[in-house]
């Protein structure tokens, strides 16, 4: 099959699993989803994922691992939350650090 | 009463808009950082439309982006979903929903409509907080990423833009309410570690599922764990059930 059609079948199962998993929650008797050690474990998968992605986003190249213009902008994102700013705001100061970073030469 | 229930369900729809507003806005992010990762804008969209939930969607094209295959992406998206189902149970007996209306609440249960609907007191103010939340959210986030997308589509090479550099930030500000709790931290710093030392060894978007099993093995075996506040989260309530942290009302 081309790329194109397993990004699509990729996308409709992807979506699909995560509809599946709210509608479970709706479905399944409150009790079973209250025990404390399930919720302690789906919230902390959730942080372990998403610390992950941050690590692998920011040092990550291909299979190997460097540093480069996206840690001084991931360090600046870092100071724009402990402030409290707004997402989009730390998003894009994100990568306005990255590319006048990379705009100057300093970091590959 | 009638008076003290139209206000307080007044009160919830105002708060309602406030949140769908600030959250639909960073759908523009997503948007960009969809095409980045190498989706084409009609993608990017019909993701957003069927999966509708930040982190994941997030969490989808960032395994993409990485070089990760689709079973990787689709396992880590749905993951990092999984929470999701907790909202659910919560929301259930709360709504009292039948049918179709219960597939189509299912859609739009996520952290905001979750958070916002049980921040209510009044039975009805919290119907509506859910339902303006979600729809709302929904409306707004999909209006978004599809400006985003169109946008990303434009900038050309990601890289000039920093847009790889947005995704890190992106993770970082999705992550960082959860991060509250010691025990969370933890876990969020040994995922780190151990996605970073497998990526020379595993195929693209592995080391990120093996990340994974670090928050299993804390938040299932931990011992002596199921004290109070012990979610993960840093979330509490009056109630001390509350599975949404306070600060995810400014973010998906």
Same mark, same amino acid.
């Given at each position: 099959?081309?790329?194109?059609?397993?990004?699509?079948?990729?996308?409709?199962?992807?979506?699909?699993?995560?509809?599946?998993?709210?509608?479970?929650?709706?479905?399944?008797?409150?009790?079973?989803?209250?025990?404390?050690?399930?919720?302690?474990?789906?919230?902390?998968?959730?942080?372990?994922?998403?610390?992950?992605?941050?690590?692998?986003?920011?040092?990550?190249?291909?299979?190997?691992?460097?540093?480069?213009?996206?840690?001084?902008?991931?360090?600046?994102?870092?100071?724009?939350?402990?402030?409290?700013?707004?997402?989009?705001?730390?998003?894009?100061?994100?990568?306005?650090?990255?590319?006048?970073?990379?705009?100057?030469?300093?970091?590959? | 009463?009638?008076?003290?229930?139209?206000?307080?369900?007044?009160?919830?729809?105002?708060?309602?808009?406030? =949140?769908?507003?600030?959250?639909?806005?960073? /759908?523009?992010?997503?948007?960009?950082?969809?095409?980045?990762?190498?989706?084409?804008?009609?993608?990017?969209?019909?993701?957003?439309?069927?999966?509708?939930?930040?982190?994941?969607?997030?969490?989808? =094209?960032?395994?993409?982006?990485?070089? /990760?295959?689709?079973?990787?992406?689709?396992?880590?998206?749905?993951?990092?979903?999984?929470?999701?189902?907790?909202y659910g149970a919560r929301m259930?007996?709360?709504?009292?929903?039948?049918?179709?209306?219960?597939?189509?609440?299912?859609?739009?249960?996520?952290?905001?409509?979750?958070?916002?609907?049980?921040?209510?007191?009044?039975?009805?103010?919290?119907?509506?907080?859910?339902?303006?939340?979600?729809?709302?959210?929904?409306?707004?986030?999909?209006?978004?990423?599809?400006?985003?997308?169109?946008?990303?589509?434009?900038?050309?090479?990601?890289?000039?833009?920093?847009?790889?550099?947005?995704?890190?930030?992106?993770?970082?500000?999705?992550?960082?309410?959860?991060?509250?709790?010691?025990?969370?931290?933890?876990?969020?710093?040994?995922?780190?570690?151990?996605?970073?030392?497998?990526?020379?060894?595993?195929?693209?978007?592995?080391? =990120?599922?093996?990340?994974a099993a670090v928050a299993v =093995?804390?938040?299932?075996?931990?011992?002596?764990?199921? /004290?109070?506040? /012990?979610?993960?989260?840093?979330?509490?309530?009056?109630?001390?059930?509350?599975?949404?942290?306070?600060?995810?009302?400014?973010?998906?």
């Amino acid at each position: 099959m081309s790329p194109d059609v397993l990004m699509w079948l990729a996308i409709v199962a992807g979506g699909l699993a995560v509809y599946a998993i709210k509608l479970v929650g709706h479905l399944l008797p409150e009790h079973w989803l209250a025990e404390p050690r399930v919720a302690r474990t789906a919230a902390l998968v959730t942080v372990a994922l998403l610390s992950a992605l941050v690590a692998i986003q920011t040092f990550a190249s291909g299979q190997g691992l460097t540093v480069d213009a996206r840690l001084p902008a991931l360090v600046v994102a870092a100071i724009a939350l402990a402030l409290r700013a707004p997402f989009l705001v730390v998003v894009v100061l994100g990568a306005a650090v990255a590319a006048g970073v990379r705009a100057l030469g300093w970091m590959a | 009463m009638a008076a003290a229930v139209s206000s307080a369900v007044r009160l919830a729809r105002r708060e309602a808009l406030g =949140v769908s507003v600030a959250t639909g806005l960073y /759908g523009i992010s997503f948007g960009a950082l969809s095409v980045a990762a190498g989706l084409s804008v009609l993608q990017t969209v019909v993701l957003s439309l069927i999966m509708f939930s930040g982190g994941s969607q997030f969490a989808f =094209v960032g395994v993409i982006a990485a070089g /990760g295959g689709g079973p990787a992406a689709v396992a880590t998206g749905a993951l990092v979903g999984v929470r999701n189902a907790l909202y659910g149970a919560r929301m259930a007996p709360l709504l009292g929903l039948h049918g179709w209306r219960r597939l189509l609440a299912a859609q739009v249960t996520i952290d905001e409509s979750t958070a916002d609907a049980t921040a209510q007191e009044q039975p009805r103010a919290v119907r509506e907080g859910f339902w303006w939340t979600g729809v709302g959210i929904y409306v707004l986030w999909n209006s978004f990423v599809t400006l985003g997308a169109f946008a990303g589509n434009a900038l050309g090479d990601p890289r000039t833009w920093g847009l790889d550099a947005a995704a890190a930030a992106a993770f970082l500000g999705l992550v960082w309410a959860r991060l509250a709790d010691p025990v969370a931290r933890w876990v969020g710093v040994g995922a780190a570690v151990v996605a970073l030392a497998l990526t020379p060894v595993l195929p693209a978007g592995l080391p =990120v599922l093996a990340a994974a099993a670090v928050a299993v =093995v804390v938040g299932w075996w931990r011992p002596g764990s199921d /004290g109070p506040g /012990g979610d993960g989260t840093g979330g509490e309530g009056a109630d001390g059930e509350s599975l949404v942290p306070d600060d995810e009302r400014a973010g998906q």
